[in-house]
T-cell receptor, first 113, second 113 residues
Framework: DAGITQSPRHKVTETGTPVTLRCHQTENHRYMYWYRQDPGHGLRLIHYSYGVKDTDKGEVSDGYSVSRSKTEDFLLTLESATSSQTSVYFC????????????FGQGTRLTVV | GNSVTQMEGPVTLSEEAFLTINCTYT??????LFWYVQYPGEGLQLLLKATKADDKGSNKGFEATYRKETTSFHLEKGSVQVSDSAVYFCALSDQGGSEKLVFGKGTKLTVNP
């Protein structure tokens, strides 16, 4: 268990409001990721980080931003939430290296009404 | 770009039946291949992996062989149990050094007693 904590675990918010999801890890892993899980799509990468203040876009980054000011924390922000961002969000970490295992948090269920 | 196609299911089996979940991939180079499992209400966890052609990953009675000639990584288990009921995801990681994962859409397995 890589000690990944996501907060909050559940959130309901209104369209147009900003939302920030937090991922905290205790394993000092270099890489951190945010994925969203939707029926019929599996998991899709939103953004990832390869070090403090080093981030890059994933497959579905529109409408999302991220920040990593400390190794252990990776924040995902929806600047103005839309109903299409209703989803389950998973944070993951990886120490790095070919074929290394990714460790996942328990997920955050976000509903935008 | 890289992609993963897997049998979507749902799959319903009786206890002790044989399981196969097909997975094929498209990628440049030599990606690492994974099967992750998601139990209800939880995040994903690694089931098994293979990092080069002809490698066989195995864990908890599950097996998958990295077949480069057919670009496949099919998951098999000889005798499933009720406790194997879960969603199974095939995935590959790119070789850019970030270990980003590309997932298939997932296959829901239900095993009945």
């Amino acid at each position: 268990d890589a000690g990944i904590t996501q907060s909050p675990r559940h959130k309901v918010t209104e369209t147009g409001t900003p939302v920030t999801l937090r991922c905290h890890q205790t394993e000092n892993h270099r890489y951190m990721y945010w994925y969203r899980q939707d029926p019929g799509h599996g998991l899709r990468l939103i953004h990832y980080s390869y070090g403090v203040k080093d981030t890059d876009k994933g497959e579905v980054s529109d409408g999302y931003s991220v920040s990593r000011s400390k190794t252990e924390d990776f924040l995902l922000t929806l600047e103005s939430a839309t109903s299409s961002q209703t989803s389950v969000y998973f944070c993951a970490t990886n120490a790095g290296g070919t074929g290394t295992e990714a460790f996942f948090g328990q997920g955050t269920r976000l509903t935008v009404v | 770009g890289n992609s993963v196609t897997q049998m979507e299911g749902p799959v319903t089996l009786s206890e002790e039946a044989f399981l196969t979940i097909n997975c094929t991939y498209t990628a440049t180079g030599y990606p690492s291949l994974f099967w992750y499992v998601q139990y209800p209400g939880e995040g994903l966890q690694l089931l098994l992996k293979a990092t080069k052609a002809d490698d066989k990953g195995s864990n908890k009675g599950f097996e998958a062989t990295y077949r480069k000639e057919t670009t496949s990584f099919h998951l098999e288990k000889g005798s499933v149990q009720v406790s194997d009921s879960a969603v199974y995801f095939c995935a590959l990681s790119d070789q850019g050094g970030s270990e980003k994962l590309v997932f298939g859409k997932g296959t829901k397995l239900t095993v009945n007693p």
